[in-house]
């Protein structure tokens, strides 16, 4: 499509040369759609792949030049006397092809700035397509990148309509205090009329445009959360981020609010200044033939000789304040970056209490925890005094700017004003207004100052949380792989070598070796690396090198030594992570029984908080009833018996023998008890290099 767009802007090119040649043509037109097909050809990758430029930019090129294309022709065919002068009155002026070449530029251009791009980068993967299902939506079936590029595509149009709404209702202003001062009661009632008329076209685009708005948000919102989610579950990421201890701290806040907040603020940003660009457009036009008429004298130089002086002197006190503006807010971006963090922080810590509230009063750690607590809060109280003495500064400026504002443009006019005496009262407030338009649009980064800044501090979290996530990717490809072969028996590694994200090595240069059948105990010293080792072998553990196989087609299952209890019923936490239809009531019942925990068959559909209702050695209990009903061919326990009694840990591992007899069973265990139930130990021996693994006879176990 672009590139279509790109030959079609290279044949306006020829025929308005054409047509200046004739004539009948404005001498831009040709200009302006050589550097429209130029611009097209450059997001296109043309000739220059590398220039190739994000699709949802390539999008809003596209829907600009073709504005552009259009908005031409209609110029021509003015120019050209084709048509009457009372239609020519209601067709676009040759401004609106000019602005909207303006736009492909400025859409162009924006690709190219690091801090534009990391946004457009973010907010690009919902335009590009992508696999799904297709969505019904006004009796078609769309894709979700297609509904997303028709809701911003009908949104910019919108807005184009109520720039030029605004533009009318300018002239109805002049119009209309006129008449008042003329006491032309027929004009009066007309122009009512007229605002009635153009106040209802406006009401209709700003309901449209808020549901409009509201449902394009809420999709790409949701779009956006899924790929998140997707990215931050999939593949183990959020394990190896949190071992890894990245700079991207708590994903759960960057995909829950910082997500929310950059489709809400990023698109409203992109609208806002879009609606800007085109109101200071439409209005320094005004403001420009404007400036002719005010005969304003310093001495006995006229201003009036400046072409559009009262543009010139709206952009100097704008750039003056904007200064201003951003020499007391630049700090403000590092400061909310750093709020966002500290309050995460504390609601961690408030969590972290709440959750092991049992362990804290037992040790009586309350003092300790409120002190930890109070620093804390005491580091966000820091950082919010920062922000507030900081914003007090720059709302006293802003405000002593804006309260300045609502005089200045009658100060500017007023000399020329009074000195004229054909003015009308509805010239000066025209101008009035189109100044203050043009004002505050060269005013944009001030009056937004404290809210972009907010802006780019979310943008620098999620970007920071995309680069985590792909380095977590990346690290799944690197380090100890892991690979399903049928070439072997067992569970085997050679040069296999586990560290730490330090980088230092727990285990060096190990042959590892699991037979099939036959049941294995991992001992060693706390820290030496076993439960490392095992994580490595379940494919969750990227730091290290080396290789290990394990046989294709294999069920492998680990049960740490802490069970995760997922909220829901007793129930969905017995069958996790399968659903609780997955096993028959019967089946289930049955397990309860066989580990001892009977007693809680009645409550098996009861939502509770099981982490915190059962004790450390049910929880494991559940854990085993989980590898009953999963029945995997390899079970790698990682002192998943620790929290019972020898006499309930035998019951436990004679029961896993009975139930599981096609099952191989590797344990990490530090009780000589242990011994009993398996026909082989390895053990984790440290030395100068980290460690390495060796068998040792069983009955050495637990011998000093």
Avoid at 293 to 321: C, H, M, R
Avoid at 532 to 559: V, Y
Avoid at 577 to 593: R, S, W, Y
Wanted: glycine share 8%; proline share 4%.
């Amino acid at each position: 499509m672009i590139r279509l767009l790109a030959g079609l802007s290279g044949l306006a090119t020829l025929g308005f040369g054409l047509g200046v040649y004739l004539g009948d043509a404005p001498i831009h037109l040709p200009f302006l759609a050589l550097i429209v097909a130029g611009a097209l050809l450059m997001s296109a990758g043309i000739p220059a792949a590398q220039t190739r430029v994000p699709l949802v930019m390539r999008f809003l090129i596209g829907l600009f030049s073709l504005g552009f294309l259009g908005f031409a022709v209609v110029v021509w065919i003015k120019d050209a006397g084709i048509v009457s002068d009372d239609v020519a009155a209601y067709l676009p002026q040759s401004g609106a092809a000019v602005i909207s070449a303006i736009l492909v530029i400025l859409n162009l251009a924006i690709c190219y700035i690091p801090m534009f791009r990391e946004i457009i980068d973010l907010a690009d993967p919902y335009f590009e397509p992508h696999d799904g299902p297709k969505v019904v939506l006004f009796g078609l079936r769309l894709r979700e990148d297609t509904i997303g590029k028709v809701f911003l595509g009908f949104i910019v149009i919108l807005n184009v309509l109520q720039v030029y709404l605004t533009v009318i209702f300018s002239y109805w202003n002049n119009r209309f205090y006129t008449a008042l001062q003329d006491k032309n009661q027929e004009a009066f009632w007309a122009e009512l009329l007229f605002f009635a008329i153009a106040a209802t076209f406006w009401i209709t685009r700003g309901l449209t445009e808020l549901f409009v708005t509201e449902f394009f948000k809420v999709r790409w919102r949701r779009w956006m959360t899924d790929r998140y989610v997707g990215q931050w579950t999939s593949n183990k990421v959020h394990y190896r981020l949190a071992i890894s201890g990245h700079q991207s701290d708590n994903p759960d806040q960057r995909i829950s609010e910082d997500v929310r907040d950059f489709i809400d603020k990023g698109f409203d940003f992109y609208v806002l200044i879009f609606n800007t660009i085109l109101t200071l457009y439409a209005f320094i036009l005004i403001l420009w033939g404007i400036s002719s008429q005010f005969t304003y004298k310093i001495g006995e130089f006229d201003l009036a000789n400046i072409p559009g002086y009262l543009v010139w002197g709206a952009l100097i006190v704008s750039l003056v304040v904007t200064f201003g503006s951003h020499f007391l807010g630049r700090p403000l971006v590092g400061l909310y970056f750093q709020q966002q963090k500290l309050e995460a922080d504390f609601r961690y810590a408030l969590v972290r209490f709440r959750e092991n509230t049992e362990q804290i009063a037992l040790l009586e750690g309350e003092d300790v925890e409120r002190v930890g607590l109070a620093r804390n809060f005491q580091n966000v109280f820091g950082n919010t005094i920062d922000i507030i003495v900081r914003r007090i500064k720059l709302g006293t400026f802003n405000l002593a700017y804006s309260q300045a504002l609502v005089v200045l443009p009658f100060i500017f006019l007023a000399p020329a004003y009074f000195s004229t005496a054909s003015m009308k009262l509805g010239s000066l407030t025209q101008t009035s207004g189109a100044f203050g338009n043009v004002q505050d649009s060269f005013s944009f980064f001030i009056t937004n100052y404290r809210a972009l800044a907010e802006f780019k501090s979310m943008v620098d979290r999620l970007t920071r949380f995309d680069k985590a996530i792909r380095q977590a990717e990346e690290q799944a490809r690197g380090g100890i792989a892991v690979a399903e072969t049928d070439q072997v028996s067992g569970i085997s590694s050679q040069g296999l070598s586990v560290a730490l994200p330090t980088g230092q090595t727990l285990i060096r240069n190990a042959a590892l070796s699991f037979p099939k059948g036959t049941s294995t105990l991992v001992t060693g010293p706390s820290g030496s690396g076993k439960t490392t080792l095992f994580r490595a072998i379940a494919g969750i553990w990227p730091f290290g090198s080396g290789k290990i196989e394990i046989p294709d087609h294999e069920n492998l299952m680990l049960l740490p030594q802490q069970t995760y209890m997922p909220l829901g019923t007793l129930k969905a936490a017995l069958t996790y992570p399968l659903p609780p239809t997955a096993f028959d009531q019967d089946v289930i019942e049955g397990a309860l029984n066989a580990v001892g925990l009977g007693n809680l068959i009645p409550r098996l559909n009861a939502t509770e908080n099981w982490g915190t209702i059962l004790s450390g050695g049910e929880k494991q209990r559940v854990s085993i009833i989980r590898a009953l009903l999963r029945k995997p061919a390899w079970l790698f326990l990682d002192e998943a018996t620790s929290a019972l009694d020898e006499k309930s840990e035998e019951e436990l591992y004679r029961l896993l023998a009975e139930k599981l007899p096609g099952t191989t069973v590797v344990s990490i265990g530090h009780r000589a008890s242990l011994a009993a139930y398996h026909a082989r130990r390895v053990a984790v021996v440290k030395d100068e290099g980290g460690g390495h693994l060796e068998d040792q006879p069983l009955a050495s176990f637990g011998q000093a």
